[in-house]
DNA sequence: TTGTAAGCGTTATCAG
DNA sequence: CTGATAACGCTTACAA
């Protein structure tokens, strides 16, 4: 049974095909300014020739650096993996990017329960650092990030504490953004579906942009709260119900998420509510699934690009021992068929 | 300026709390059975109390084995990250979950362009092997991938070419599926907005899937042809627009994925036609957002789970050096509201 | 059952 | 500008 490893091709080969010493093949490719051109070029010749390439393993033990960031997405327990928000799994794209972008491999795992939070990323050295996305509804979750070793290093996105390392959307532009929209459409009685209380903290922000929108804009905010506990399209058809049973009138919804807009939007439509002409809706997150509801649902869409690249600088600097500003992602209004033009 | 490895605590800092070699604490820790059970407990005491964590990098060197899997998701050249068809999200969760069943890690990168198809993951040992998910239709990093360097192991879903070391749907019974569905719904004039030519190889089986049930209950199948370069949103779109003006009679679509029969829906709808009273439309794939379009797309859903085990179950034979099967994932209808009952 | 010692393939220090 | 030569922290024969 041959060893495949007798097989692997190391630095040391190198050096003796170019004719220079091991630590010349190492500093040549790794650009190294010292290394005359001639010198690196017969080096680059000859580690091209024998198809080269440097064991990251080796390097990192070395280095003592990995090159790596972890991203951490948290399921709510007993979730299916693929049945997360898509939210998240946008935000996961454009974090990818950005960490490639700067050069980093992106280690990511899926966690729910307490038994696989413990990845020890940075303890066991497979990552510098750690991002953390997902649902905020998961507090064991939340609360095992946040008790990480000191001198670990992470960001995260949303985040249940405003003490943690968070970067979030611009949500009370936003909140202000749709909130005006609606009154510039028309709509009267606008409502905000949603809650102060949730370990979303996000909701909350969204929540108080849209009062402080509707109060500058000379009425008084009125908040339909969702129930715990539940999946948030259960949610958004449930306080859609309750307000709509409430003889309580209204001809808007500012929903804090598009998944609980979306719900509420069904509820609507089972009710034989017309959106957009008897009430309007707008929610927050740009899922893709809004561009497909009918109506196509109205929202606040965060830059992702801008999300990831925050997300990654954030940790990057943390790494660094600084940190880092802004942490807002700037949002943008996306008019879509649930609210009149 | 302090360096930071200093207080790294090392295997050897256990033996010396623990009272024993270094090599014994590697042993104790990795569960040698030689080892005695008083031993093993006072160096699990020891490496508690001092935070120990084994450094991978060191463990992986050693070993010439990196525990970790790699993910790439193909993308459309110039995409946005976050805009990938969310079927090979969820995809890539279910792979996250199986790897993870397995004791593996899973690095991901998002790659369109040639410039960073060269992971070099098995080269580089960041990776043990290597699985590739997304787009048929970026054609250049299929081919990378096609000549990866002998001895790399590998495993991918869907796939343009038969050779690859594919996964996929149960894509002809699946489309049988729909098709008796259709059928058994009463429609007669089923067609099946799709392609036989697409790169996307799992297309051509889903038609013939159907075209086989169509022949089987005595119908002649029908193949109205997407175009080739345009989102599948729009594909479905314009196929449906097609197909309503060539005039030819029909009261059912099956397309062969759900974007495409999304785009097909919002044609139907802006023309008038009534789902699923005048035409019922079944897709493909069990994409979130189908549940959401109006009305709810009702689609052949494979089992994710399945597929994210089998993806990782290939590759992982794969590296032992043997072929795997099965490679077809189970499928099942689900009737949402596009089909009548 | 445990200790000794030889690597794994780099990078970084220090001469020259 | 380049070459020796230490580490880096672990796993695994080989001894005892």
Redesign the pocket.
Known sequence: MAEK?SF?????DVAEAA????????????G?????E???ARVREAAEKLN????E???R????KTGTLAVVMICRPGEDRKDLNPFYFSLLGSTCAAAAARGYEVLVSFQDSAENFMGHYQERRKADGLIVIGTSENTAAWDYFDALPPGSHWACWGAPSDAFPWVRSDNVAGAALATRHLLGCGYRAVVCVGSETSPQRQFKERYDGYAAKMREMGHEPVLQPIERGLPREEQGRRAAAALADSGRPFDAIFAVSDEIALGALKELERRGTRVPGDVGVVGFDGVRAGGWSSPPLSTIEPDFEVAGNLLVERLIAAMGGEVADPRRVPVRLVVRGSTRG
Chains 1, 2 share one sequence.
């Open positions: 490893r692997r091709v190391t630095s040391f004719g220079v010493s091991q630590s010349t093949v190492s500093r040549a490719l790794a190294d300014t010292s290394i005359s001639p010198t690196r080269y390439q440097a064991d393993n080796a390097a033990l070395r280095r003592g």
